[in-house]
């Protein structure tokens, strides 16, 4: 069953990103010209590899400045989150510490930190690995962690990197659909998730919104709206339809 999303209610702008990278002599533009609304929806971002979709996730989360145009965030106070493609987990720390530790930095107590990082290692069923270390969880536990470190920050907006390609099918199958979910019942703070991916398949199963970018340097190819209710089949003849549609705008 369907949760709808209210779409028209902006939370994000990007208004007209442009985005050159230099190194010595040589000049190498990534993005030109990006400009999008994104409100209560989950939008995924496809395109050619080295694009810029990561560098645009970047300069919205503010790890990097575009050259010109903006970034808009219209909710006062709104926190962003940031899921990575691989686990950015440090070794030396527990599984609790490390969703404890942006919380901390934050301003909480270790202990106000450390309650609500259990509260969010419940919610993606790692709440009996709290003590354990990285190098003794599977690839999929770590990027379980980085959801809920994610999540912990209690962001309105959340960005995902590519964040299951470096998982196996079948584990890959599970988070996306537990990702979907937390998301949906609105059982976190997330209004808005973008998030960056190469697989087509992918982008229609989770996404209302599928952003095509053009090669590099990337700009708005097309915008596919998937109006396909949640849980979605694969196999249905409007699924492939829209599979014909996105690969149209990628090999246009």
């Known amino acids: 069953m369907e949760v709808p999303k209210n779409s028209r209610n902006i939370i994000l702008e990007l208004r007209n990103i442009e985005k050159t990278f230099v190194e010595d002599s040589r000049r190498l533009k990534v993005l030109d010209g990006i ?14 590899s080295g694009c810029g979709k990561t560098t645009l996730l970047r300069i919205i989360a503010g790890l990097e400045k575009p050259d010109s145009g903006e970034v808009i965030v219209r ?16 070794p030396w720390m527990t599984v609790l510490e490390n969703v404890a530790l942006p919380l901390r930095v934050n301003g909480l107590s270790w202990e106000e930190a450390k309650d609500r990082a259990r509260k969010y290692l419940t919610l993606v069923g790692l709440q009996s690995f709290e003590d354990f270390y990285p190098r003794e969880l599977s690839g999929g536990m770590k990027q379980r962690v980085n959801v809920a470190r994610a999540l912990a920050v209690e962001p309105a907006i959340l960005l995902m990197d590519e964040p299951f390609s ?3 099918p079948l584990t890959a199958e599970t988070l996306r659909s537990e990702v979907l979910d937390l998301w949906m019942w609105g059982v976190t703070t997330v209004k808005t998730i973008m998030m960056v991916t190469h697989s087509v398949d992918e982008a229609i199963f989770m996404a209302d919104r599928i952003v095509v970018f053009t090669p590099r340097p990337a700009r708005i190819a097309g915008i596919v709206e998937v109006n396909l209710p949640r849980p979605r089949d694969r196999r249905s003849p409007d699924f492939q339809k829209l599979e014909d549609r996105v690969y149209e705008l990628i090999s246009a």
């Open 166 to 168: 470096a998982l196996d």
């Open 35 to 48: 400009s999008l609304d994104i409100g209560e929806e989950f939008v995924a971002i496809l395109g050619p």
């Open 75 to 90: 909710q006062e106070n709104a926190r962003i989150g940031f899921i990575f493609q691989s686990p950015t987990l440090l």
